[in-house]
């Protein structure tokens, strides 16, 4: 191993602690480990031409630069996902203004649509979508079968599905 990477190594050991605060700043918390091992495996990599003069300021530097990469590349995993997404599901890309103004009205609706279904309904929607209940546990909440739950279920997702369209008549 050359004499810039042990020496780098060692001193990596060494303000480790200090090291993962530098790059939580950068990268949180939730990321700091990897940055760590990143950087480490960075070090190990370090040549002895030309010598290393500051040691501590180049770990330092290299530190912040292999976090920087780190915040980067996630921008860029974000972004290509994003995009991919966009190609499969026909979704924009990019919200224009009308469309966001358009998207808060449809949510308007069909949230004074859900408070306007009756009961038991509205409970039924909002155990099953909401909370996460199966079927059959709201059901037994409810006091009714399981059957009727899924009659309920269909006819309000029919009704809010028919109001995220734009069709408001009450058919």
């Known amino acids: 191993m050359p004499t810039n990477a042990l020496a780098l190594t060692r001193l990596f050991m060494r303000e480790r602690p200090s090291l993962l605060r530098q790059v939580r700043r950068l990268v949180g918390a939730d990321n700091a480990e990897d940055v760590a091992q990143k950087l480490w495996l960075k070090v190990q990599t370090v040549r002895d031409d030309p010598p290393i003069i500051d040691k501590n300021a180049y770990l330092r530097r290299l530190a912040h630069n292999v976090a920087v990469d780190h915040v980067q ?8 996902a994003t995009r991919a997404e966009a190609l499969l599901w026909g979704v924009d890309y990019e919200l224009g203004p009308e469309r ?9 609706r069909i ?16 155990l099953t979508r909401f909370e996460g209940r199966t079927q059959r546990e709201t059901a037994e909440q409810v006091g009714v079968t399981t059957t009727t739950v899924e009659n309920h279920l269909r006819r309000a997702l029919a009704r809010l ?10 058919a």
């Open 111 to 126: 949230r004074a649509a859900i408070a306007a279904l009756p009961e038991p309904t509205r409970t039924i929607l909002r």
């Open 161 to 170: 599905g028919r109001i995220r369209d734009g069709d408001t008549d009450d």
């Open 73 to 80: 590349g996630d921008q860029r995993q974000a972004t290509v």
């Open 100 to 108: 966001i103004v358009e998207s808060r009205e449809t949510l308007e």
